[in-house]
């Protein structure tokens, strides 16, 4: 199962910020989020990840809060390639070698309006 | 790098014949994963290896499905009978899983409609 919610749809204005929003309460100490993006008949992109701290990317910014129950992505000036369907994943740890996986749930569908 | 590649683009066939799904990961990854995407169920896990070997196979749907690693740069999955619910978009992924980051690189996918 999905360890984190999001809206199921959002839109926004061309050139202005895209917030994201994702709720991970049950996130465990070591879990990382992810972000990805899947535009239309693509296969899903890597944005960003982190674990505690904000990021920042030539893609986007991830803020996340100091409980880590929630994070939020950031498109500072969405365009209309931004439009796409924005997954919040947990990568979990399967085991105490190397082994995890990302949990996906079924994402926010972001469109960027001219 | 030309990136994940998966073989053929599109399948169609009919219930009860075999499909056989192939994937070329990244190279140097040494992780590789399979996922089937719906409009019902989104993006799920199938299966995924390290180092050509299968680590979690829990989101197999059945006896029909099976992957295989025969070696770093080859990967397929098979399902024999397919079934029409088996019909979706399979994506395979790789990942180099060193440090604390293993991005998943996707490729383009397959479509598979049984008929």
């Known amino acids: 199962d999905a360890k984190t919610t999001q809206p199921p749809s959002m839109d926004c204005a061309e050139g202005r910020a895209a917030n994201l929003p994702c709720n991970h309460s049950t996130i465990s100490g070591n879990e990382y989020v992810y972000w990805y993006r899947q535009i239309h008949s693509q296969g899903p992109q890597y944005i960003i990840h982190g674990l505690k701290n904000n990021e920042t990317n030539e893609m986007a910014s991830l803020i996340i809060t100091e409980d880590r129950k929630s994070s939020t992505l950031i498109l500072p000036h969405a365009t209309l390639r931004d439009t796409a369907v924005y997954y919040c994943i947990v990568r979990v740890q399967l085991n105490a070698g190397n082994n995890r996986k990302l949990i996906w749930g079924l994402g926010t569908s972001l469109a960027v309006n001219p | 790098d030309a990136g994940v590649i998966q073989s053929p683009r599109h399948e169609v066939t009919e219930m009860g014949q075999e499909v056989t799904l192939r994937c070329k990961p990244i190279s140097g990854h040494d992780y590789l994963f399979w996922y089937r995407q719906t409009m019902m169920r989104g993006l799920e896990l199938l299966i995924y290896?390290?180092?050509?070997?299968?680590?979690?196979d829990s989101g197999m749907p059945e006896d029909r499905f099976s992957a295989k690693m025969p070696n770093a740069s080859f990967s397929t999955l098979k399902i024999q009978p397919s079934e029409p619910r088996d019909s979706a978009v399979y994506f395979c992924?790789?990942?180099?899983?060193?440090?604390?980051?293993?991005?998943?690189?996707f490729g383009p996918g397959t479509r598979l409609t049984v008929l």
């Open positions: 992924a790789s990942s180099w899983g060193g440090k604390s980051s293993d991005t998943q690189y």
């Open positions: 290896f390290n180092n050509n070997v299968p680590i979690d």
